[in-house]
Every structure is written in structure tokens, then in C-alpha cells.
């Protein structure tokens, strides 16, 4: 069963806590909007994106330091990194595909993600950097 975060009104989704962090991250839509938010144990929230595009599908780093997240803001779907205070936003693809659902690797030196830039939708890895983009072989 569904359990509310907060009785505010709007919509959250994919909540996710960390290890090392007791606070646990999501993404929030009110009117049409979603953003990244992290909910401290006392309930408090802190919007980390703050951008009216749509910010969704966030995923912690292994070391519970920084956050990807798929953005539109760039007129597209893309692959943003940031600390897990929200600053140090970066965009990690900057491609005209869609670029969506990433996640890190274990160690956290890579992250894998879903993209149709070759054509028709399939993973691609890429260092955690955004470099050396390449697709998943089967």
C-alpha cells in the first residue's frame, strides 16, 4: 500500500533512502511540476532542484554524496548530477535523445541509463563524470 510523506497536497514518487543518510529522497509534482526533494526524519522538506521543467527519477551515489536525476529543463529529457545538497548541478548528457531512468554502479564510478539515441530505446553507460558514453552490449 501507498504511505503519504507529508499531508501536503500534490503527488510523491520513487522515494528512496541511503545507508549513510537518514533522510530520504524523492521527487514531488504540485500543478504540473516535479522536483527533486530529500525529507528529514523530522519531516522536513528541501526542494534541490527548483526549477519548473520537470526534474524526476532521482537515484542516490553509492557514497550517498550526490544525486542523478533525469531533467527537461534543457527541452529534453537529460541525465543531471548533483551534490546531495543540491548544488554543483551538472548536465551529464546534452544530447537531443531522451535520456532517462539512471542509476550508478556499485562503485559509483559509472551510471547506467536508457536512451534513444541510437535509434530505438536501449541502456547506455557512461563514467560518472558523463564521458565515454557507449550503449550496454548484450
Known sequence: AAVRLSDTPGNEYNGSRHARTPALLFE???DGDRDVFIMEPDGR??????????????????????????SRRDGND?????????????N?????????????????????????????FRLHVMTAEGTDVRPVER
Open 28 to 30: 514531488y509534482e504540485r
Open 45 to 70: 522538506r528541501t526542494n534541490l532542484t527548483r526549477h519548473p521543467a520537470r526534474d524526476h527519477l532521482p537515484a542516490w551515489s553509492p557514497d550517498g554524496e550526490r544525486i542523478v536525476f533525469s
Open 78 to 90: 537529460e541525465v543531471y548530477v548533483m551534490r546531495a545538497d543540491g548544488s554543483g548541478l551538472r
Open 92 to 120: 551529464l548528457t546534452n544530447h537531443p535523445s531522451v535520456d532517462v531512468m539512471a542509476k550508478w554502479s556499485p562503485d559509483g564510478t559509472r551510471i547506467v541509463f536508457v536512451s534513444n539515441r541510437d535509434g530505438g
